[in-house]
């Protein structure tokens, strides 16, 4: 507390109790409960400004403490209200207590923050030099504190009373039609020539007719968001004046990051910038798209020991986070702490932050960053920890969606597969089988040393749903082709394009020395590093990128894209841009021209590509086969012998045990059965082989003629290359090039 502070005020109990924890508006006030079992004393702080570019403090002690909550009336509290919380007691690192009543914490419960975190000494309990770097041995004692006062060096909580969302509104989209849209809301529209320039970049800006207009036209139904949870940047980002652009460092579970709102709702306060995000998913409901959140629960943004001390670890680190006997973080997210999934009320707190985003905004579905850490228990990943169990059965979650990034990095981490349903989780694996069949192997054939490749056999695992992945669990709950999220990028690696232009990462721009991000990139740079290449390379480029869309939207399974990726977005090699606030995240929207002119060879690419996307989700939504709900059974479906799924070599015969284990393999065709359902049967080519082959088309009984709907050769749909010409008769021969994928309608 400020040595100027006034005394504080006793809190009653009347009209308070343990729950709900945080701040909420009651009458004569608002109740209190503040999580902070080891603590002495715990204090709210209602601030106002000092006229001094400082904060005054009206200090409102919780005398009631029960379970381990302090809790109490705060008489005269209003919405709109900023607070923070001191927090006493006992400075024993070892327990893992780290005490420090000079430290404004901020409420871990609370639904609005305003101002800014200024990293500088005063929000360290240790003595800290000019590169914010520990000065000097840890304080052992509370005698050793520095005693800096952060009230004006971080962001406070605000009081907020808003209304729920209407759950009416949401689309709810059957997993099967789902076509996800993974973007960040800042690079979204940063450079939108149709979003006016005070909503560039904006979570209003979202919902613009322009933006909409984009997703409805690609065929996507969901937008997945990167984080929006209010965030803070680490120290080391700090240090050098960068900021963490991703936001994956969490500052509060409960509240929307403000610096994505627009200049008018930051000025008018934190209810605003609430009113802003919930238009905008109330807005999008309405066109008829899910709006989706990456969630980070896994960490926050103090970080490891010698972070600053913003809200968690002045409260009572030995609770929320998971420390050693030593009172050493047990860092299992690479980010410097993990919270502790044994501890109950860190599994509360984060349904609290679950069911507040359903409930307050609207939120349809949310994808769970490192979700490994959050279901350990004292032996490693535990599938009915008690945190899944509970999201699973949460009636405030029901009818959301939940997906797992089925990994963390400690032991035991990678979990792919192992979640409970209703989870869904990121597929690594297809995007990895896909990478390595049209690119990593491509790269290796085009070298000529004459290594094999990978062969056909897990290329076809995941294009039929990843069957060995997710299969009913031993309880008999099915899980299905539903639960694979499948996707080629994601915000973390190399963009579409950027993989078929570099085999090496190239992140110098993030200042660590090109040492951040990882190396298995698999990736085929046509045989030149970078983009000054000659136009027969770009257009092999251009074809590659439409074999990866190709499959991974025509796959079995639930797809999911990257921002930017259907116009080919580059960021210059870079695979790990999460510090960049700049044109390398951001969407290019170049290629849009209000006068209808093509604007260059590059803005033709981009238009064309955009179509191919558009024509690709088309086909999904056209034909019931590409969006199974069950897994392929392998067993005849149709008197003539024919079955749900099937597998063929080049020469349009089954393929046997040999194919599926020779290396060498690069073409597979892929049959699925419409007839039974009523809709119309289709063949997939894939030919990563380097050079043009024959392909011979199944013959009966499979089909009586083959038409060919679309494929990768041609830039744009119904061009004039392979998309043009009669049926092929069953058993006929199809020409196609190198590297190509086809997809043929059958004739029955």
Do not use: I
């Given at each position: 507390m400020p040595p100027d502070a006034p005394a504080p005020t006793a809190v009653p109990a009347g009209g308070s109790g343990p729950w709900p924890l945080g701040v909420h508006v009651c009458r004569g006030g608002a109740s209190a409960a503040v999580l902070a079992p080891h603590a002495e004393r715990v204090a709210v702080a209602l601030l106002s400004p000092d006229g001094r570019g400082g904060w005054r403090e009206e200090a409102h002690d919780l005398v009631e403490r029960t379970h381990g909550v302090w809790h109490g009336v705060v008489p005269g509290m209003h919405p709109g209200q900023r607070y923070g919380l001191r927090a006493y007691g006992p400075w024993d690192p070892a327990r893992g207590l780290r005490y420090d009543p000079s430290k404004l914490l901020l409420d871990p419960w609370a639904r609005g923050v305003e101002g800014e975190l200024g990293m500088g000494p005063p929000v360290f309990s240790h003595a800290v030099d000019a590169d914010l770097r520990p000065d000097g041995p840890a304080p052992?004692?509370?005698?050793?504190?520095?005693?800096?006062?952060?009230?004006?060096?971080?962001?406070?909580?605000?009081?907020?009373?808003?209304?729920?969302?209407?759950?009416?509104?949401r689309p709810r989209v059957p997993w099967a039609d789902t076509v996800v849209y993974e973007a960040h809301v800042r690079g979204l529209t940063m450079a939108h020539p149709g979003v006016p320039e005070g909503l560039r970049g904006t979570y209003a800006a979202l919902a613009h007719p322009t933006v909409v207009e984009h997703l409805l036209g690609l065929g996507v139904t969901a937008l997945e968001l990167l984080p929006v949870h209010a965030a803070a940047s680490e120290v080391h980002l700090a240090r050098r004046g960068a900021t963490n652009y991703w936001g994956y460092n969490t500052l509060a579970f409960l509240a929307p990051e403000p610096r994505y709102a627009t200049a008018a709702a930051r000025a008018a306060g934190a209810h605003a910038v609430a009113a802003e995000l919930a238009g905008a998913v109330a807005a999008l409901h309405d066109a008829g798209l899910e709006v989706w959140l990456d969630v980070v629960y896994n960490h926050t943004c103090e970080g490891g020991r010698d972070g600053p001390t913003l809200s968690w670890r002045g409260l009572d680190a030995s609770l929320y986070y998971r420390l050693d006997s030593h009172g050493r973080d047990v860092d299992t997210t690479g980010c410097g702490n993990s919270l502790d999934s044994g501890e109950p009320r860190v599994v509360q707190m984060w349904l609290d932050s679950l069911r507040h985003w359903a409930l307050a905004y609207g939120i349809d579905g949310f994808r769970f960053d490192l979700a490994t850490t959050l279901a350990r228990g004292p032996l490693g990943f535990d599938p009915d920890h008690p945190f899944l169990v509970a999201a699973r059965t949460d009636p405030a979650l029901a009818d959301v969606k939940l997906v797992a990034e089925p990994?963390?990095?400690?032991?035991?981490?990678?979990?792919?597969?192992?979640?409970?349903?209703?989870?869904?989780?990121?597929?690594?694996?297809?995007?990895?089988?896909?990478?390595t069949f049209w690119l990593a192997d491509a790269a290796a054939a085009r070298r000529g040393h004459g290594e094999p490749g990978h062969g056909v056999r897990e290329l076809a695992t995941r294009l039929a749903g990843s069957a060995d992945l997710f299969t009913p669990t031993s309880s008999g709950e099915e899980r299905g082709p539903h639960a694979s999220v499948s996707y080629v990028t994601a915000h973390d690696g190399?963009?579409?394009?950027?993989?078929?232009?570099?085999?090496?990462?190239?992140?110098?721009?993030?200042?660590?020395?090109?040492?951040?991000?990882?190396?298995?990139?698999?990736?085929?740079?046509?045989?030149?590093?970078?983009?000054?290449?000659?136009?027969?390379?770009?257009?092999?480029?251009?074809?590659?990128?439409?074999?990866?869309?190709?499959?991974?939207?025509?796959?079995?399974?639930?797809?999911?894209?990257?921002?930017?990726?259907?116009?080919?977005?580059t960021q210059g090699g870079n695979n790990n841009a999460y510090c960049l606030d700049d044109p390398?995240?951001?969407?290019?929207?170049?290629?849009?021209?209000?006068?209808?002119?093509?604007?260059?060879?590059?803005?033709?690419?981009?238009?064309?590509?955009?179509?191919?996307?558009?024509?690709?989700?088309?086909?999904?939504?056209?034909?019931?086969?590409?969006?199974?709900?069950?897994?392929?059974?392998?067993?005849?479906?149709?008197?003539?012998?024919?079955?749900?799924?099937?597998?063929?070599?080049?020469?349009?015969?089954?393929?046997?045990?040999?194919?599926?284990?020779?290396?060498?393999?690069?073409?597979?065709?892929?049959?699925?059965?419409?007839?039974?359902?009523?809709?119309?049967?289709?063949?997939?080519?894939?030919?990563?082989?380097?050079?043009?082959?024959?392909?011979?088309?199944?013959?009966?009984?499979?089909?009586?003629?083959?038409?060919?709907?679309?494929?990768?050769?041609?830039?744009?749909?119904?061009?004039?290359?392979?998309?043009?010409g009669e049926p092929v008769p069953a058993g006929g021969g199809a020409d196609v090039p190198e590297l190509s994928l086809h997809v043929f309608r059958a004739q029955r």
């Open positions: 052992a004692t509370a005698d050793d504190l520095p005693g800096l006062d952060s009230a004006a060096h971080v962001p406070h909580g605000v009081l907020l009373d808003a209304a729920p969302a209407d759950r009416a509104r990994w963390d990095v400690g032991d035991g981490g990678w979990r792919t597969g192992s979640y409970p349903p209703p989870f869904a989780e990121w597929n690594d694996r297809f995007r990895d089988g896909v990478r190399f963009t579409l394009a950027d993989s078929t232009a570099f085999e090496s990462k190239h992140n110098e721009a993030n200042g660590e020395g090109n040492r951040d991000g990882h190396g298995d990139n698999r990736s085929f740079n046509h045989g030149v590093e970078g983009w000054d290449v000659d136009a027969a390379t770009a257009a092999a480029r251009r074809r590659s990128a439409r074999n990866l869309l190709g499959t991974q939207l025509l796959a079995t399974g639930v797809p999911m894209l990257t921002a930017g990726d259907e116009t080919g977005r390398t995240t951001w969407l290019d929207w170049s290629w849009l021209d209000a006068a209808g002119d093509d604007g260059g060879a590059g803005t033709s690419a981009a238009r064309d590509l955009r179509a191919v996307v558009a024509h690709l989700a088309r086909l999904r939504r056209e034909h019931p086969v590409l969006r199974q709900d069950r897994v392929f059974a392998g067993r005849p479906v149709h008197l003539d012998g024919t079955t749900d799924l099937a597998w063929f070599a080049a020469d349009g015969t089954a393929m046997d045990h040999d194919r599926w284990h020779d290396p060498h393999q690069r073409t597979l065709q892929m049959f699925l059965h419409g007839d039974p359902v009523g809709s119309q049967s289709l063949l997939l080519v894939l030919h990563g082989g380097a050079r043009p082959a024959r392909v011979v088309l199944p013959d009966a009984p499979w089909a009586r003629a083959w038409s060919l709907l679309w494929s990768s050769v041609d830039e744009a749909p119904g061009g004039t290359g392979r998309g043009a």
